[in-house]
């Protein structure tokens, strides 16, 4: 069976100071893979996509960085954080299908407080 | 950006109430997903549609999707509390991407 992990679930960190959000899939290969962030309550910014190793695809300007060195990693970085990077980031993959119809799978997130 | 917006953002009622959640855009999407999120987890699929005017039912929970594909409905029937929590839909589109709502918050009371 496949499985997401996800760390770290929660993360304080000072303004200007480095991140680095790991996410791991196994069970599977070349899955689609996606960062997002969810504002409090409410629904997903997507804010990186990957097709595979080294293609990212970035959906909105940012304060942050994706890599995906391996088929089933997926890194969420910034060199220095803003206040306003707070919030609840998910990682999440999809199979890759040229259906456009499979369930997205996603971790248990990292709720990110920049102080 | 294609975007999907969904009504009502929050949503407070007693429990054996009926209520229905809307999901619209002005694009056109190869699919729509539903998914239901708990406080500090992850949301987990509840249906996909495909098709223009397809409805599923899933217990007490039926979805819709538009004639043009561009908009959805969730109708819950007699809601129970356990039918609390954050709803999302999600459109899929070429390129793999994966679009989510701004979501419905859900309350119900016993």
Known sequence: SQTIHQWPATLVQPVGSPLSLECTVEGTSNPNLYWYRQAAGRGLQLLFYSVGIGQISSEVPQNLSASRPQDRQFILSSKKLLLSDSGFYLCAWRRDSKLKKGEAFFGQGTRLTVV | ?110
Request: aromatic content about 8%; proline content about 5%.
């Open chain 2, 1 to 110: 950006t294609q975007l999907l917006e969904q009504s009502p953002q929050f949503l407070s009622i007693q429990e054996g109430e009926n209520l229905t959640v809307y999901c619209n855009s002005s694009s056109v999407f190869s699919s729509l997903q539903w998914y239901r999120q708990e406080p500090g987890e992850g949301p987990v699929l509840l249906v996909t549609v495909v098709t223009g005017g397809e409805v599923k039912k899933l217990k007490r929970l039926t979805f819709q999707f538009g004639d043009a594909r561009k908009d959805s409905s969730l109708h819950i029937t007699a809601a129970q509390p356990g039918d609390t929590g954050l709803y999302l839909c999600a459109g899929g589109t070429a390129g793999n991407m994966l679009t989510f709502g701004g979501g419905t918050r859900l309350m119900v009371k016993p």
